[in-house]
């Protein structure tokens, strides 16, 4: 990630003739930042010599035009800070972005110096004198440089994040701007982005295609560098096209696209540069150029980056490819006008968080169902979308399970907060409408906003045909983890216990019992008393909601109110809500447990408690409807029961439960609840 020297450069083509535009005709070949540099510096023309009798040019005076730079670079240096002041991140996201990224930071800035140290060397020892001293110091200084330049590869870990964008001919110029700008901020922080450009050139011939491709591709690079030239660079297509008798055998060795020529690639990152590629590839037999699938060309990268895209020989492997593999995707964002995946069953109307391993077939099937509306252009989105979900879901299988994919619209990648959103936006809970979706999911790992917030707690926004629209336009997704419901509330409904009915315990075969205790014990840092806590549900539980590999979990109750014998007055209650401390804050474990206890088990309401100096409070109270502090009690009552407080004796149920719950800690410290 760190600039290479001269000799490099040169070797690159940089400062050859074919960089001066003046005279030099382009085709629909790439042409923008082809060399060692960014297309502002390289389309400069070359200062005319001065000879004798010849006209000098009027003198500029250099320091006006650095002072306008100067005061630019501040401009957006300011704004890049106040883009990560306002981005709403808890101590412990905070935490986990620094761990992660911070020391990848310091060794890039650390050896950045050291270069432009070594080669500020070098020129002073390359002025010096001629002597026998001065050459074999010379000598020195450049084996020094040569052993520079041998160590300069790709920082390890490089993290990066591969950027479909679609559709760019159909963006504005202050949105595209605004996509540069944040692209250039997101590399600042640590992620360097590859942008893959897909236009719009269904019904256009092949050349037609190329050329709108470069083009957009030019135009991408150049935007960046207006924020940090050089910034970005075009680079010649690394894809190469299988010949069409080599099938696929699955995701991960597929070989109809794959990375033949990585050395542009490695070259661009390696100069810290914003490799944009066109989505194009050579033929494998005749090296002809042709227009390729986008999201092929995205998980062909996926499989390179990730070290599995297959290699015949390993000792005929390139040094570009053994320097990729330093490489980790942490990030796959999708720029597309349709924004996020929409869900029917959402308030929102599109899903905020995805867990793949849990939701993609529910989000298929709803993408595939036949709606009977013949809607203009609707079955054309719906594809689309679907599209969109599968490459998700496909790139990720590839990744680590720390990575995460982000699909919204530009017009959401380059947002900003303005003036006017500071007065209403501060006052709601969880919905803060100036962030920036790809910035807040670097910083946080979390969506912009919870999934599982009340949908009152989201404000209206408007979306690019000017119709507001509840929550935002993105959709944050992850590999994520199954999720298991005993019973399944999709075959059985979660009903009140009837007198002589068998009910469920944990101690059924379908339960681990042990994993259940070690995750109780850990999430809440104290002893269960097992024995106790057995005794007093039965009879009375509910459901178990598990997530992933007892990563997470919640026991729900049906209780009945002290002195109450009428089944119909049992209040659901969710006794145990627990996360590993490992997973808390990362994943969207807590979410994912919580969303199928409101949606699927408990849809019309639930109560549950909460020691009032619980840290966890917070995020209780943004995601019930109701709370109340008991009196006499150190303890919180929260609901997320519609209208509760218009029913009386309901409400006095509720609260009669909350009050008369007995612990099961071992430590028996019951005086402190």
């Not at 905070?94 to 070594?118: C, D, H, I, S």
């Not at 997470?552 to 007055?569: F, K, M, N, S």
């Amino acid at each position: 990630m760190i600039l290479r020297q001269t000799a490099s450069r040169k070797a690159a083509g940089f400062n050859s003739p074919f960089f001066h535009h003046q005279g030099h005709k382009t085709t629909d070949e790439l042409s923008h930042g082809g060399g060692r540099g960014s297309s502002t510096l390289a389309s400069r023309p070359s200062r005319p010599a001065t000879t004798a009798g010849a006209t000098l040019p009027p003198f500029v005076s250099p320091y006006a035009s650095i002072s306008e730079a100067q005061k630019l670079k501040k401009i957006q240096e300011r704004d890049f800070l106040v883009s990560i002041l306002e981005t709403a991140v808890t101590k412990r996201d905070a935490k986990a972005y620094m761990n992660r990224f911070v020391p990848f930071l310091e060794r890039k800035w650390t050896t950045g110096f050291k270069q432009r140290t070594a080669a500020q060397t070098r020129l002073n020892g390359h002025n010096a004198g001629v002597g026998p001293s001065a050459i074999l110091g010379n000598n020195t200084i450049q084996h020094q440089g040569l052993q520079l330049e041998q160590d300069l590869t790709i920082q390890e870990p490089l993290f990066v994040a591969l950027v479909k964008f679609r559709a760019p001919e159909t963006v504005n110029d202050t949105t595209f701007d605004g996509v540069a700008k944040t692209l250039s901020q997101l590399k600042k922080l640590g992620l360097v982005s590859i942008v893959v450009v897909d236009c719009n050139n269904e019904g256009q011939d092949e050349i037609t295609r190329r050329q709108t491709a470069t083009a957009q591709a030019r135009r991408m690079a150049t935007a960046i560098d207006n924020y940090d030239a050089p910034g970005a660079r075009v680079i010649d297509p690394p894809i190469t096209i299988a010949k069409q008798d080599v099938h696929p055998t699955s995701g991960f060795t597929s070989q109809d696209l794959f990375i033949g020529n990585p050395n542009e690639l490695t070259t661009a990152l390696q100069d810290d540069l914003i490799p944009i590629i066109p989505s194009l590839g050579y033929t494998l037999d005749t090296c002809i150029r042709k227009s390729v699938n986008v999201n092929d060309v995205t998980l062909a990268l996926a499989r390179q980056l990730s070290g599995l895209q297959v290699v015949q020989d390993l000792d005929d492997e390139p040094a570009a490819t053994k320097i990729l593999r330093s490489t980790e995707v942490y990030r796959l964002i999708i720029l597309d006008p349709l924004g996020g995946i929409p869900a029917k069953n959402r308030a929102t109307g599109r899903h905020l968080f995805l867990n793949l391993e849990q939701e993609f077939q529910e989000v298929q099937a709803d993408l595939e169902a036949v709606t009977g509306l013949d809607i203009p252009g609707e079955s054309h989105d719906r594809a689309r979308h679907l599209e969109n979900a599968k490459l998700a879901k496909d790139a990720l299988a590839l990744l680590p399970p720390t990575s995460s994919a982000v699909i919204t619209t530009p017009q959401e990648a380059a947002k900003e907060r303005r003036p006017e959103d500071n007065v209403m936006d501060l006052a709601l809970v969880g919905t803060r409408r100036g962030q920036n979706p790809l910035i807040h999911s670097l910083l946080s790992d979390k969506p912009v906003q919870s999934s599982s917030l009340p949908t009152e707690r989201f404000t209206p926004i408007p979306s690019a045909t000017g119709v507001c629209q509840i929550g935002s336009l993105t959709t944050l997704a992850k590999r994520g983890m199954p999720l298991t419901i005993y019973p399944n509330p999709k075959t059985t409904l979660w009903r009140p216990p009837q007198p002589g009915q068998s009910s469920l315990n944990l101690t059924d075969p379908t339960i681990d019992l042990p994993r259940l205790v070690h995750l109780i014990e850990d999430s809440f840092g104290r002893k269960l008393d097992v024995e106790h806590y057995l005794n007093r549900i039965r009879g009375n539980l509910a459901g178990i909601i598990i997530a992933g590999e007892y990563e997470g979990g919640a026991i729900l109750t049906w209780e009945l109110p002290p002195g109450a014998v009428d089944p119909t007055r049992r209040v659901p209650y969710l006794d145990k809500f627990a996360v590993l401390r490992k997973s808390q804050g990362a994943g969207g474990v807590a979410d994912i447990v919580f969303n199928a206890m409101v949606r699927d088990c408990f849809p019309h309401g639930v109560c549950w408690r909460s020691r009032k100096d619980n840290p966890v409070n917070k995020w209780y109270f943004e995601r019930s409807r109701g709370t109340l502090k008991l009196k006499d009690m150190n303890w919180t009552m929260f609901w997320t029961t519609p209208q509760l407080a218009m029913d009386d004796q309901r409400f006095v149920d509720y609260e009669a439960v909350c009050r008369s719950i007995e612990p099961s800690w071992a430590d028996k410290k019951h005086v402190v609840d």
